[in-house]
């Protein structure tokens, strides 16, 4: 059975930073593909921030310059850091991952709020 787990979300002030982190366990034979989306109330999942097998990243607009997205192969980890949180920030973030299997798993989420 494959686990994926989020954590590392919060409350922080404006200006502040996070680190998400979101690990896979299980049967998956290492991480092709991660992803960060986002979702505000009232507003769609949006894609935040992608990297894959070779270590290229892409990035939303909004968050380009204040988030970086990384993975640690040995630990089947995929982080996003995340500095100069905004209110416009504050969402439930999700993990998405592609296995060497061929399968997709999402997160449960993690909420983030970005307040003062």
């Known amino acids: 059975q494959v686990q994926l787990v989020e954590s590392g979300g919060g409350l922080v002030q404006p200006g502040g930073s996070l680190r998400l982190s979101c690990a896979a366990s299980?049967?998956?034979?290492?991480?092709?593909?991660g992803t960060w989306h986002r979702q505000a109330p009232g507003q769609q999942r949006e894609l935040v921030a992608a990297?894959?097998?070779?270590?290229?990243?892409n990035y939303a607009d909004s968050v380009k310059g204040r988030f970086t997205i990384s993975q640690d192969n040995a630990k089947n980890t995929v982080y996003l850091q995340m500095n100069s949180l905004n209110t416009e920030d504050t969402a439930v973030y999700y993990c998405?991952?592609?296995?060497?299997?061929?399968?997709?798993?999402w997160g449960q989420g993690t909420q983030v709020t970005v307040s003062s």
């Open positions: 998405h991952v592609w296995t060497f299997l061929n399968k997709e798993y």
């Open positions: 990297i894959d097998a070779t270590g290229s990243t």
């Open positions: 299980g049967s998956i034979a290492g991480l092709r593909s």
